[in-house]
């Protein structure tokens, strides 16, 4: 099973969702977990889950399905969350602000007590089959008035706030998902909470648990600590020269300018 390191009572509610047929909706930055938790609770649940990464450029037809041209002629093709609500299973729409409001309304009807897609180009309203579970996130620092979900929409849901595990809970997970020692966890963990505890750097994104687990691979697979972190943690966090020379003084605080102690 995929590993997942609960924080609160997560699991607990999402189960409860899960029982109830109510959609869930999450919300945290990039790269706390909301996706491994999907699939995770997935597995658990014994559920297929079909994930969508949601861009300007989605249509309702990406999501439900369309026509398509064989050498027999004309077919009809389900899309991910069509599939989801005839098998019971999970569509989980990630980053779901991304998409546009025209295409998020075909999921009103799932999201309430009708439980019903209507597909209007083959004239079927399905209806949800038992197990079926509507999940969606997005991340809040990322909204603006033109990409927000609107108050129909998100009133549907149950919401859970995602952030970035404790320092103990963190290292766990990087420890486990890198198979890197403790002390290396821990320092990476102490690098991540000091870069997020910066407020006079121009940063869209903190360092995130996942940018974690990337460096610790490198330095399992023989980068030096120091190249390992430029290059998995510091550099995908800016490309100005000026923040990221000013943020690997925090990694040579941390590790030692030579950059090979660990």
Same mark, same amino acid.
């Given at each position: 099973?995929?590993?997942?390191?609960?924080?609160?009572?997560?699991?607990?509610?999402?189960?409860?969702?899960?029982?109830?047929?109510?959609?869930?909706?999450?919300?945290?930055?990039?790269?706390?977990?909301?996706?491994?938790?999907?699939?995770?609770?997935?597995?658990?649940?014994?559920?297929?889950?079909?994930?969508?990464?949601?861009?300007?450029?989605?249509?309702?037809?990406?999501?439900?399905?369309?026509?398509?041209?064989?050498?027999?002629?004309?077919?009809?093709?389900?899309?991910?969350?069509?599939?989801?609500?005839?098998?019971?299973?999970?569509?989980?729409?990630?980053?779901?602000?991304?998409?546009?409001?025209?295409?998020?309304?075909?999921?009103?009807?799932?999201?309430?007590?009708?439980?019903?897609?209507?597909?209007?180009?083959?004239?079927?309203?399905?209806?949800? +089959?038992?197990?079926?579970?509507?999940?969606?996130?997005?991340?809040?620092?990322?909204?603006?008035?033109?990409?927000?979900?609107?108050?129909?929409?998100?009133?549907?849901?149950?919401?859970?706030?995602?952030?970035?595990?404790?320092? +103990?809970?963190?290292?766990?997970?990087?420890?486990?998902?890198?198979?890197?020692?403790?002390?290396?966890?821990?320092?990476?963990?102490?690098? +991540?909470?000091?870069?997020?505890?910066?407020?006079?750097?121009?940063?869209?994104?903190?360092?995130?648990?996942?940018?974690?687990?990337?460096?610790?691979?490198?330095?399992?697979?023989?980068?030096?600590?120091?190249?390992?972190?430029? +290059?998995?943690?510091?550099?995908?966090?800016?490309?100005?020269?000026?923040?990221?020379?000013?943020?690997?003084?925090?990694?040579?605080?941390?590790?030692?300018?030579?950059?090979?102690?660990?």
């Amino acid at each position: 099973m995929t590993f997942y390191q609960p924080a609160g009572n997560e699991i607990e509610l999402f189960q409860a969702a899960a029982n109830n047929g109510l959609p869930v909706l999450i919300k945290g930055p990039t790269g706390c977990g909301k996706t491994r938790f999907v699939r995770h609770m997935a597995e658990k649940l014994g559920r297929p889950v079909y994930t969508v990464a949601c861009h300007d450029d989605l249509t309702a037809a990406d999501l439900v399905g369309r026509h398509l041209i064989g050498p027999e002629g004309t077919y009809w093709q389900d899309g991910p969350l069509t599939r989801a609500v005839r098998e019971g299973g999970i569509c989980y729409l990630d980053e779901v602000v991304e998409a546009r409001k025209d295409t998020t309304v075909v999921l009103h009807p799932l999201a309430d007590d009708r439980r019903e897609l209507p597909i209007e180009r083959t004239g079927e309203v399905l209806t949800a +089959a038992p197990g079926f579970m509507l999940v969606v996130s997005y991340n809040p620092g990322y909204q603006s008035l033109l990409k927000g979900m609107k108050p129909s929409t998100r009133q549907r849901f149950v919401s859970m706030s995602f952030d970035y595990p404790g320092a +103990a809970e963190e290292q766990t997970i990087v420890i486990e998902e890198s198979g890197c020692d403790r002390e290396l966890a821990e320092r990476l963990v102490n690098l +991540a909470r000091s870069i997020r505890n910066l407020k006079d750097h121009d940063l869209e994104e903190a360092a995130s648990t996942r940018l974690l687990i990337h460096t610790a691979h490198l330095v399992r697979a023989g980068v030096p600590v120091g190249e390992a972190c430029r +290059a998995g943690m510091i550099e995908p966090l800016s490309d100005d020269e000026a923040t990221v020379s000013a943020l690997m003084e925090v990694v040579y605080a941390v590790f030692g300018r030579s950059g090979e102690g660990q």
